[in-house]
């Protein structure tokens, strides 16, 4: 089981910017892909950034060429930088381990970090 904690949410105005970051407990470049998720409030929970452990990174159409994903791989930690942030980006962001063992995907989830952008 990895355990992930997230930090560096907040409140944020239109048009700024809010860097996430996510420390694991074991060798980031260990997991197969580690990842960004968002819920909004009545709305189901939503893949937001995911990176691979060679390399490969997914955005959802919503954030692209806005937000961009990173890892540390000697601090095992994990950043979502993000740019241009709108009120509809307004939700709770969670960090996201997965791991696959024997066909099936192993989840491991941070607590969440709440990130609020005003109009």
């Known amino acids: 089981q990895v355990q992930l904690v997230e930090s560096g949410g907040g409140l944020v105005q239109a048009g700024g910017s809010l860097r996430l970051s996510c420390a694991a407990s074991?060798?980031?470049?260990?997991?197969?892909?580690v990842g960004w998720y968002r819920q909004a409030p009545g709305k189901q929970r939503e893949l937001v950034a995911t990176?691979?452990?060679?390399?490969?990174?997914n955005y959802a159409d919503s954030v692209k060429g806005r937000f961009t994903i990173s890892r540390d791989n000697a601090e095992n930690t994990l950043y979502l930088q993000m740019n241009s942030l709108k009120p509809e980006d307004t939700a709770v962001y969670y960090c996201?381990?997965?791991?696959?063992?024997?066909?099936?995907?192993?989840?491991?989830w941070g607590q969440g970090t709440q990130v609020t952008v005003s109009s």
């Open positions: 996201n381990a997965r791991n696959y063992r024997a066909g099936l995907s192993l989840d491991d």
């Open positions: 990176i691979t452990n060679i390399g490969i990174t």
């Open positions: 074991v060798r980031i470049f260990s997991i197969n892909a």
